[in-house]
């Protein structure tokens, strides 16, 4: 069962959506970044059932989402730029089918490189989304997870909203194994060794201007 719209500002959610997260799903509706998820959950704008919420809560049947007119303006916006703009040429369409490490029915794996964001917004309109959108016209794929920009490796989409249900969750729950390789350089003090402690989020310029965007 689709969703069911009330009206603009306020979806009922059907069956396509139950289990999904709330992120998720305005991502996949109106294209939406997650900092400007977060800052209008925190405005009180994006509402569940009347209530306040964080971003991350997870959808049932027959919930009532309340829509901010800045996700209903990026959704006539990205109309807009998908029937009249191409960001990438029909030579970067065809490389971009060189990155594909694994594809079946259900979900696409892509060798993501350096130096492309995953996810388009304000200022970046080349991305991994928009790329694969002109790969896959009919049906594209969906985010599920995210990698940094000048990060590489295996990115996974996926093909339908049911395949998308059981990623995300999937990587919410951590049930998913992830490796990480990177390259030192310069005079180690020991050759090999096992780093044991919990990694922190340094906030920079960069990070505090797309927090608060």
């Known amino acids: 069962m689709e969703n069911k719209i009330i009206n603009k500002h306020l979806i009922e959610i059907g069956s396509d959506y139950k289990g999904i997260k709330l992120d998720k799903f305005l991502i996949d509706e109106f294209g939406v ?20 919420v964080k971003g991350n809560e997870t959808l049932k049947t027959g919930d ?22 191409k960001y990438f040429s029909n030579k970067d369409i065809e490389k971009a089918k060189d990155l594909i490490l694994f594809e079946d029915d259900d979900i696409l794996v892509i060798n993501k490189p350096a130096g492309i964001p995953v996810q388009a917004g304000s ?17 594209t794929p969906k985010l599920v997870h995210r990698l940094d920009k000048e ?5 996974v989409l996926a ?50 201007t797309n927090e608060s965007c």
């Open 33 to 52: 970044t997650f900092s400007l998820i977060r800052k209008m959950c925190r405005k009180g704008q994006i509402r569940v059932n009347s209530s306040r």
């Open 64 to 85: 009532t989402v309340k829509i901010p007119n800045a996700f209903l303006d990026n959704k006539v916006n990205n109309d807009i730029s998908t029937n009249n703009e």
């Open 123 to 139: 200022k970046q309109n080349r991305s991994i989304d928009r790329l694969f959108s002109q790969v896959y016209p009919e049906n």
């Open 151 to 155: 990060t590489s490796g295996c990115l």
């Open 159 to 208: 093909k339908h909203k049911s395949a998308a249900k059981i990623l995300a969750d999937q990587f919410a729950n951590r049930t998913t194994e992830k490796t990480y390789l990177t390259i030192a350089v310069g005079d180690l003090i020991d050759p090999k060794g096992v780093i044991d402690f919990s990694v922190a989020k340094v906030f920079t310029t960069h990070n505090r």
